[in-house]
């Protein structure tokens, strides 16, 4: 039997409502390989810097500069566990007389004084 206009519109409308869906689930598959694919690669740098460190027996850390004014050196310890790594000289911006106060000097100027007229 012959499908009526209403049928096949309807039909129609239900097929439409199909390729979206289609179209929804292949976007959202993207979506997915995309966030697996970049867990995969933060997993594979992580096992690079790993066994690097492993071969050479270094790794990159996270370290700090302590500057203190009464040495010409600056301290450089381990952020994790305060351990001094080595000296370094200063740097010419971190030597005393390269510091700035954060205000410059005002000039001599003395308001007039009052007319006494």
Do not use: H
């Not at 390989?33 to 071969?55: F, G, H, P, Y």
């Amino acid at each position: 039997m012959r499908l009526s206009e209403i049928e096949t519109q309807a039909l129609g409308a239900e097929l439409a409502a199909a390729q979206r869906q289609l179209q929804l689930a292949r976007e959202e598959r993207k979506i997915t390989v995309a966030e697996i694919a970049a867990r995969m690669l933060a997993s594979q740098q992580k096992i690079a810097e790993l066994t690097d460190a492993i071969i050479t027996g270094y790794r990159e850390m996270a370290v700090l500069r302590i500057v203190t004014r009464d040495s010409d050196l600056a301290r450089i310890i381990r952020a994790d566990t305060n351990e001094t790594v080595r000296y370094e000289p200063l740097r010419p911006e971190e030597r005393q007389d390269n510091l700035a106060f954060g205000f410059e000097e005002a000039p001599d100027e003395r308001p007039e004084p009052p007319d006494e007229r």
